[in-house]
Nanobody, 122 residues
Framework: QVQLVESGGGLMQPGGSLRLSCTASGDDFSLYNMGWWSQAPGKERELVAAIAVGGSTKYDDSVKGRFTISRDNSANTVHLQMNNLKPSDTAVYYC????????????????WGQGTQVTVSP
């Protein structure tokens, strides 16, 4: 399995943008389907976006048109570009990866990062 390290979280005003990055090590990144999950205070962890090894993507309805997931296999990195941020986007964001796309989408992936905090507030 890969080891994952997230970066890029922080505090942003509503309407602003952040770019999260997740860098993998320890295995062939190009074989891994990747995803971003979020967990807001007092809520269960939820899928935000996923990207398959072939590049196809899936988004939660709440972020469609605002967030974009992408991958750079040459840099072993997956990104989450977050635009037009809303206070409801406030959460800890986790990167996950697995050779099974289903595992990434349902949250049972083998690899998880430590999480990065995103706070959207005036």
């Amino acid at each position: 399995q890969v080891q994952l390290v997230e970066s890029g979280g922080g505090l942003m005003q509503p309407g602003g943008s952040l770019r999260l990055s997740c860098t993998a090590s320890g295995d062939d990144f190009s074989l891994y389907n990747m995803g971003w999950w979020s967990q807001a205070p007092g809520k269960e962890r939820e899928l935000v976006a996923a990207i398959a090894v072939g590049g196809s993507t899936k988004y939660d309805d709440s972020v469609k048109g605002r967030f974009t997931i992408s991958r750079d296999n040459s840099a072993n990195t997956v990104h989450l570009q977050m635009n037009n941020l809303k206070p409801s986007d406030t959460a800890v964001y986790y990167c996950t990866g697995d050779r099974s796309l289903l595992a990434v989408v349902i949250g049972t992936g083998d690899s998880w990062g430590q999480g990065t905090q995103v706070t959207v507030s005036p």
